[in-house]
């Protein structure tokens, strides 16, 4: 087996109920429902729901684990009750019953919601970058620019490797050719330069 995932997050349905499979991904969501623990495991590719039982291995850690955490598990896929079935999720008709947890890397405490599509001041989201490309909304808009980029040059959705997205960004500026090279002014030199706040200019610098 392999040591870190043998599916993806979005990948099991009703077919593997009853095989063991191995997961790994960030502690998304965490309930305690009268002693049971249900962890949200999350990737790139969806949300599975993990189930930790008291005296089960992996119980007490996963009591402890926060949110973003990294983990690997592996158990044994189920099928949930017909009352907890998740029509909104791929993989809402199954759960993993846990028999093994492997903390990878614990995460501190978050400074907002990854789960939670809440207003975020821009200055904190741009602090911590790496938090704020995890959120749902940003995360899909990404994948869609690019399965749309990657289009015009062979089949929908084609990359380097199988799978694999471009994580390619807007350009807010690009230099012409030419034998001088552009330089970026900064709202601060601005400021020292002419006094205007909330301005971006291009300068030319020779070589």
């Excluded at 973003?68 to 949930?80: D, F, I, K, N, P």
């Excluded at 970058?129 to 995890?134: E, I, K, S, T």
């Excluded at 807007?170 to 034998?179: D, E, G, M, Q």
């Excluded at 970026?184 to 070589?207: D, N, Q, Y």
Aim: with cysteine.
């Amino acid at each position: 087996m392999h040591p870190y995932r043998t599916h993806t997050c979005g990948e099991l349905s009703a077919e593997q109920a009853g095989t063991t499979v191995r997961l790994s991904g960030w502690a998304h969501h965490k309930r305690d429902h009268g002693g049971a623990l249900f962890v949200d495991l999350r990737d790139h590719y969806g949300l599975t729901q993990v189930v930790f039982t008291p005296g089960s291995a992996g119980y007490e850690e996963a009591g402890r684990l926060s949110r973003e955490s990294v983990v690997t598990v592996t158990g044994e896929v189920a099928l949930r009750p017909a009352d907890a079935v998740n029509e909104e999720l791929p993989t809402g008709q199954i759960e993993v019953h846990a028999g093994e947890l492997v903390l990878l890397s614990a995460a501190e405490a978050l400074p907002f919601a990854v789960a939670e599509e809440q207003p975020v001041a821009e200055a904190l989201r741009l602090q911590h970058r790496f938090l704020d490309l995890r959120r749902e909304g940003l995360h899909r808009r990404i994948a869609l620019r690019s399965q749309v980029i990657s289009s015009p040059c062979g089949k929908p959705g084609r990359n380097l490797l199988s799978g694999s997205v471009n994580w390619s960004f807007p350009w807010s500026w690009r230099t012409r050719t030419a034998a001088a090279v552009n330089c970026l002014a900064t709202e601060p030199i601005m400021k020292r330069v002419c006094g205007v706040f909330g301005t971006w200019c291009s300068w030319l610098a020779r070589p």
